[in-house]
């Protein structure tokens, strides 16, 4: 079935320095890509998403990039500050579509202060 | 403002009692989903329901049930055959055009 896999699990940066959180997926007819932060005993909250119509979004600090033939995409978080740290969620659906969201596993993102 | 409740944030019970969490948006959505999550572990979903009175197995059903009666209520009943109940329940909503999903504030179950 369709699967979507991140990396890393685990990522510790510094205050300041940028961090860069990467998913795969395997289905081909994906065309949303969006991005959740779960902090701490907390529901999922969107924080940015792009469709396949797009290479790269930007929203502030954070940036998305989508590469369809690779079936790869990534988030950016630049200057980051210790509010960013929360576990990150990728996710790829169909949209437009009856079709759920497939997450990938999460990375947990620690800033060093 | 529009949003999805859960309710309660907490909940405990015994081993072999049934419990039912509440998941009640205002949205006007027509899809709700139900995922579990483990410590330090993703979401897994449980049901989903794309319109009032149908919903389907997600990939871990087994020991759950649930209804949609109304299109603003989706609730999830943990039954006594679910053999490992403990964790953190999160609902969520969106619309069958769009692809996003709005989260709840989940409900921490425990059973002892």
């Known amino acids: 079935g369709e699967n979507v896999e991140q990396h890393p699990s685990t990522l510790s940066v510094q205050e300041g320095d940028s961090a860069v959180i990467k998913c795969t997926y395997s289905?081909?007819?994906?065309?949303?890509f969006p991005w959740y932060k779960q902090e701490l005993g907390k529901g999922p909250q969107l924080i940015i998403d792009?469709?396949?119509?797009?290479g790269e979004k930007k929203d502030q600090r954070i940036a998305v990039t989508l590469n369809k033939t690779a079936k790869h995409f990534s988030l950016h978080i630049t200057e980051t500050q210790p509010e960013d740290s929360a576990v990150y969620f990728c996710?790829?659906?169909?949209?437009?579509?009856?079709?759920?969201?497939?997450f990938g596993s999460g990375t947990r993102l620690s800033i060093r202060p | 403002d529009g949003g999805i409740t859960q309710s309660p944030k907490y909940l405990f019970r015994k081993e072999g009692q049934n419990v039912t969490l509440s998941c009640e948006q205002n949205?006007?959505?027509?899809?709700m989903y139900w995922y579990r999550q483990d410590p330090g572990q993703g979401l897994r979903l449980i049901y989903y329901?794309?319109?009032?009175?149908?919903?389907q197995k997600g990939d871990i059903a087994e020991g759950y049930s649930v209804s949609r009666e109304k299109k603003e209520s989706f609730p999830l009943t943990v039954t006594s055959a679910q053999k490992n109940p403990t964790a953190f329940y999160l609902c969520?909503?969106?619309?069958?055009?769009?692809?996003?999903?709005?989260f709840g504030s989940g409900t921490r179950l425990t059973v002892v």
């Open positions: 289905d081909s007819a994906s065309n949303y």
């Open positions: 329901s794309q319109i009032v009175n149908d919903f």
């Open positions: 996710a790829a659906s169909r949209w437009s579509s009856a079709s759920k969201i497939i």
């Open positions: 969520a909503s969106s619309t069958l055009e769009t692809g996003g999903y709005t």
């Open positions: 949205l006007n959505h027509d899809a």
């Open positions: 792009i469709r396949s119509n797009v």
